[in-house]
């Protein structure tokens, strides 16, 4: 079967999911509104960057359907509603374009009109999130074979005030034969531009600090919706342990040093390829 036609991927579902409720459940209000608001925001003009794909026409009631699905705190009420979808023939682009996207407006068109609770619209937009992740949504939105060069991207978390531990490790990168685009103290929209214009295969991020955890999650979720195949590790502080990285941000792998580092990244390397 081509990949292009395969099921949706339940077990990434299911694990950005949880990793969604824990950003519910950990994140101040107003960061996990950020969040929402950039899913609804970047999802929803999609089809713009992929102009030469048709897009579905759903009906308002399907539409409608979806977008009830997507809000019930039950997530596998929206799995079931897509998969259903991909049952009758729907390609994979064509669920992209028709519900991923247009859900994003749907929701974002009631939230506006004030039709939906906060729990709603965190509920609506991380189940949209995941579905994305789901259906490997790479194909659609990029048709590209993942670039099995040691060539990354390395930026500092917007907000950080320091930028001397990421410059450190670009040059030990660079000396072990990687080609480095290092980015400091670039704000959330400028990195996220210069991500769409570079579409980087490998992402490195660095915080140093609790306080910029919440950026670190927005970051993230803006930068999968970009490229959802890219392989993202996170460099933090000591003081963050891995393991609570992992359960909060929908990451790849966690830096420690940079031997751990190289390895890691040719272990990933090699299975994408």
């Given at each position: 079967m081509?990949?292009?036609l395969?099921?949706?991927?339940?077990?990434?579902f299911?694990?950005t999911?949880a990793?969604?409720?824990a950003?519910?459940?950990?994140?101040?209000p107003?960061?996990?509104?950020?969040?929402?608001?950039?899913?609804?925001?970047r999802?929803?003009?999609?089809?713009?960057?992929?102009?030469?794909l048709?897009?579905?026409?759903?009906?308002?009631?399907?539409?409608?359907?979806?977008?009830?699905a997507?809000?019930?705190p039950d997530?596998?009420?929206?799995?079931?509603?897509?998969?259903d979808?991909?049952?009758e023939g729907?390609s994979?682009?064509?669920?992209?374009?028709?519900?991923?996207?247009?859900?994003?407006?749907?929701?974002g068109?009631?939230?506006?009109?004030?039709?939906?609770?906060?729990?709603?619209?965190?509920?609506?937009?991380?189940h949209?999130?995941?579905l994305?992740r789901?259906?490997?949504t790479?194909?659609?939105?990029?048709?590209r074979?993942?670039?099995?060069?040691?060539?990354?991207?390395?930026?500092?978390v917007p907000?950080?005030?320091?930028?001397?531990?990421?410059?450190?490790?670009?040059?030990?990168f660079?000396?072990?034969?990687?080609e480095?685009?290092?980015?400091?103290?670039?704000?959330?929209e400028?990195?996220?531009?210069h991500v769409?214009?570079?579409?980087?295969?490998?992402?490195?991020?660095?915080?140093?600090?609790?306080?910029?955890?919440?950026a670190?999650?927005?970051?993230v979720?803006?930068?999968?919706i970009?490229?959802?195949?890219?392989?993202?590790?996170?460099?933090?502080?000591?003081?963050?342990?891995?393991?609570?990285?992992?359960?909060?941000?929908?990451?790849?792998?966690?830096?420690?040093?940079?031997?751990?580092?190289?390895?890691?990244?040719?272990?990933?390397?090699r299975l994408?390829?």
């Amino acid at each position: 079967m081509k990949r292009e036609l395969a099921l949706l991927d339940s077990e990434v579902f299911s694990r950005t999911t949880a990793i969604f409720s824990a950003k519910r459940a950990t994140l101040a209000p107003e960061a996990v509104e950020a969040v929402a608001s950039d899913i609804v925001r970047r999802l929803a003009r999609s089809p713009s960057r992929i102009p030469d794909l048709d897009v579905p026409q759903i009906s308002e009631e399907s539409a409608d359907a979806f977008c009830d699905a997507l809000i019930l705190p039950d997530s596998n009420t929206a799995l079931r509603f897509i998969e259903d979808r991909r049952a009758e023939g729907m390609s994979l682009p064509g669920v992209y374009l028709g519900y991923i996207s247009g859900g994003a407006r749907r929701l974002g068109e009631r939230w506006e009109r004030d039709e939906l609770s906060f729990f709603q619209v965190t509920c609506g937009t991380g189940h949209l999130y995941a579905l994305m992740r789901a259906l490997r949504t790479e194909i659609p939105l990029t048709y590209r074979k993942f670039d099995n060069r040691r060539v990354a991207l390395f930026a500092t978390v917007p907000g950080e005030d320091h930028g001397i531990g990421i410059t450190v490790a670009a040059d030990l990168f660079r000396e072990a034969g990687w080609e480095i685009d290092l980015e400091t103290g670039t704000d959330h929209e400028e990195l996220i531009a210069h991500v769409e214009q570079t579409l980087p295969h490998i992402i490195g991020f660095s915080f140093s600090t609790e306080q910029r955890l919440d950026a670190l999650v927005r970051l993230v979720v803006a930068t999968r919706i970009v490229i959802p195949d890219a392989i993202i590790g996170v460099a933090p502080s000591s003081s963050i342990g891995a393991e609570r990285l992992h359960d909060l941000v929908d990451i790849d792998l966690v830096f420690s040093d940079a031997p751990s580092a190289f390895r890691e990244l040719d272990r990933l390397i090699r299975l994408r390829s």
